[in-house]
């Protein structure tokens, strides 16, 4: 994407190709920025240069830590087993599930989940518009060495794995993918030539699985230009009418299980061509009503390229008409707010009403199709682009929000190997709950703390200027009915506990099997005296890699309560909570706390019990939740101590009933084959109803060791061991919603 005064790229007819002299990993490098504004050089990418401010704020960083796991210019190649790739005109109008078997690793089988309708009553932020939307352009493999060929599973602790989906509406995914012709020698150099990018992506299937769990949208990446490609290919038509690519990704999408496309078109293209590319679009809209299409504000309708840093006439038409709409949504480019020198017809727009006029007057609502953009990549906690100016819990914006890329701060961790240690993630942890929740980690304490610092992307380590993300969007929710479960799974990790205890010693990343989010990160209101601390911790888990330190800092009777879920459901008779807690001192005495929809100000509270014996350390607390009369608006939990609170949350668990999954059935190792120190397999079964997700399992001997989890019919493992005799022995657990897990299913393989 641009940033700043973008040259126009010429026309070149009708076979448009990408730009030439522009190597593909200098496209990659700068986050594809696109071929003006990486040509443009150091006025795109980051403003006029100055050297620090003596007061700047370092890049947190961790001193022992061992350094990058490759150099910037080396990836990882293409790895074993399934991975991932991009597609240009011939690859999607060939592809189909039969001709590429691994597809279906890549699938998404989670359902987008309904979410509840806003409640202000128990908001972080009561006063905050609950209709402005949010919406994070954001790459999803960041951190990986096999970012440009992905794994669906891996196993890299460190890649980052994205837990504030309550404030995202949609998520489009943004990274380079090698088309599949391309040689593992060329995609481990990443300076070699020949490396070609697709036009089309696929979104981690991963995060399309969080994205759908937590009722958000996840979309796919459709970038021009691209070296090698030819435009025309793309829009060509058939004498019948129909555009073979526009149904490909019709199939691609529904077979994937993904939302929508993200349109970069930032490249010129000649008339015809653009008028087969809007006609193209609005074929595929019209078979495919459900796919959601946002429109990046580059190319026009004539075929040029022109930011325009706002809506205006020049481009609303990409709308189409509320009776025929087009695309859903446009996302404008950032000079909307500083008026840069390619601001168009009537701008710059530094309030965004100009914007919200041109499409409200359209017929459109402004705050689903317009959204007024942050440029995260370069200012991470100094954006130039600052929207909570507009969007705070005393100002209505006129649009939603778009931003790019604001998990930037993780792959800089990444990139000086800080995110490969147990206290460097922490410290970027850190970092991400002060960019989504507030630089004091509250989402109800959210708003800067000192001005933003000009020249702006400067500086960009200074999370007090920031205001958080909580500050200008309502946390949203998926919590309508029981079980509400987690063990505060993230998606990845350096380990792997199953009742306390190591089931895997492996570092592990698969986005996927994250726990549907806490509707707040973290929000705790103190009584008295008290201070209170509640962080993510690797250290310690009862399932997962993952738990919540909870500590009191002040106070000598320590009393918080902490809220987990925004809900709106109804509490079943016979309904139970419980919890696993860890501490090696007096536990506290732990309620939950049960807020009614229709008395807000009168929460009901039900003391846990301890409830049988601890297991590995970990103490259950438990109780019937009895007649709660109504719908319940909120979950929390309230700590009540005679001395200092200091204790591990590893489990939450509310449930009307619960009953086991039945053991998994057609349970089959398809292939397997000899790799450096155990042996890779293909494994297969029929997933079933009361199957939510899967444990795999590998048996040598006694030894059972956890090798993933997954929500899908298939598991590629990367290595295993060789039992005697050169067997491979696997087992396989159906986990229900709730946690409940079925006997294990088993299957083995000579080889």
């Known amino acids: 994407m641009a940033r700043k005064k973008p040259t126009a790229a010429a026309v070149q007819g009708e076979n448009e190709q990408g730009p030439s002299g522009l190597s593909r990993a200098m496209f990659i490098r700068y986050g594809a920025l696109g071929a003006a504004a990486v040509a443009a050089g150091p006025a795109i990418l980051g403003g006029t240069a100055s050297s620090a401010f003596a007061a700047d704020v370092p890049q947190p960083k961790d001193p022992n830590a061992p350094g990058a796991v490759l150099p910037s210019n080396r990836s990882g190649g293409i790895p074993a087993g399934p991975s991932s790739y991009g597609f240009l005109a011939a690859d999607i109008t060939s592809w189909t599930p039969s001709q590429d078997p691994k597809a279906k690793h890549f699938v998404c089988h989670i359902p987008r989940a309904t979410r509840i309708a806003p409640f202000a009553a128990t908001q972080a932020h009561p006063t905050l518009n609950a209709a402005t939307q949010l919406l994070a352009i954001d790459g999803d493999y960041r951190g990986s060495i096999y970012d440009e060929r992905a794994r669906a599973i891996g196993d890299e602790a460190y890649v980052y794995s994205f837990r504030y989906w309550q404030y995202l509406d949609i998520f489009s995914s943004w990274h380079g993918q090698l088309t599949p012709n391309v040689p593992n020698a060329t995609v481990v150099d990443r300076d070699a030539s020949g490396r070609t990018y697709g036009v089309l992506e696929i979104p981690n299937a991963g995060w399309t699985e969080a994205a759908h769990k937590n009722g958000a949208l996840s979309i796919s990446c459709w970038f021009w230009p691209r070296d090698s490609a030819v435009f025309a290919d793309f829009v ?310 993952h738990s919540l330190k909870v500590q009191s800092t002040a106070g000598s009777t320590p009393q918080f309560t902490t809220h987990l879920f925004k809900t709106d459901l109804t509490v079943a008779t016979g309904s139970t909570a419980s919890i696993k807690v860890k501490s090696s001192g007096t536990l506290p005495a732990i309620s939950l706390v049960l807020t009614p929809k229709a008395t807000p100000s009168t929460p009901v509270t039900i003391p846990l019990v301890v409830s049988g014996s601890a297991v590995n350390g970990w103490t259950t607390l438990s109780a019937p939740l009895g007649t709660i009369s109504g719908p319940v608006a909120r979950i929390s939990l309230k700590f009540s101590g005679s001395s200092a609170i200091n204790l591990n949350l590893g489990q939450v668990r509310l449930s009307a009933s619960s009953s086991a999954p039945a053991a998994p059935s057609g349970f089959t190792v398809s292939s397997a084959s000899t790799v450096t120190g155990g042996a890779s397999a293909f494994l297969d079964w029929t997933k079933a109803a009361d199957g939510y997700a899967y444990d795999v399992f590998g048996v040598n001997g006694t030894t059972r060791t956890w090798l993933g989890r997954c929500h899908r019919d298939c598991f590629f493992v990367a290595k295993t061991a060789i039992s005697t005799g050169q067997k491979l022995s696997f087992e396989l657990v159906a986990i229900a919603k709730d946690g409940s897990r079925s006997t294990a299913a088993t299957a083995s393989y000579q080889l």
């Open 236 to 545: 060509k038509k058939n004498p019948d009418g129909s555009y073979p690519v526009a149904d490909k990704m019709i199939e691609i999408r529904k077979y994937f299980g993904f939302d929508g496309y993200f349109l970069n078109q930032e490249a010129s293209v000649s008339s015809a061509n653009a008028t087969a590319f809007k006609a193209m679009m609005q074929y595929l809209k019209a078979k495919d009503p459900q796919c959601y299409l946002q429109y990046y504000d580059a190319m026009l309708e004539s075929g040029s390229l022109s930011y325009q840093n706002m809506i205006n006439a020049n481009n609303v038409g990409w709308l189409g008409t509320p009776q025929q709409p087009l695309m859903d949504s446009i996302f404008m480019n950032y000079g909307w707010l500083r008026g840069w020198g390619t601001t168009g017809t009537g701008g710059p727009d530094p309030t965004l009403t100009k914007s919200a006029k041109t499409v409200t007057d359209k017929g459109f609502d402004a705050k689903k199709v317009a959204f007024g953009t942050t440029e995260f990549q370069q200012g991470i906690f100094n954006p130039s682009e600052i929207f909570g100016d507009l969007a705070s819990p005393t100002k209505n914006p006129p649009v939603s929000w778009g931003m790019f890329v604001p998990s930037e701060f993780w792959n800089k961790g990444c990139s000086d190997g800080t995110t490969r240690t147990v206290y460097g993630r922490s410290l970027y942890r850190g970092l991400e709950q002060k960019f989504w929740s507030g630089p004091k980690g509250d989402p109800s304490l959210s708003g800067r703390i000192s001005q933003p610092t000009s020249p702006y992307r400067q500086n960009v380590w200074n999370t007090d200027g920031f205001d958080g993300v909580a500050h200008s969007i309502v946390e949203k929710s998926p919590y309508s009915a029981l079980p509400i479960y987690t063990n505060f799974t993230i998606g990845v990790g350096s380990y792997f506990n199953l009742n306390g205890v190591s089931a895997s010693s492996a570092g592990w990343n698969n986005a996927g099997i994250a726990d549907p989010v806490l509707s707040w990160q973290y929000w705790t209101e103190n009584t008295g005296t008290t201070k209170s601390s509640i962080t993510l911790d690797e250290t310690v888990a009862w399932e997962g890699s």
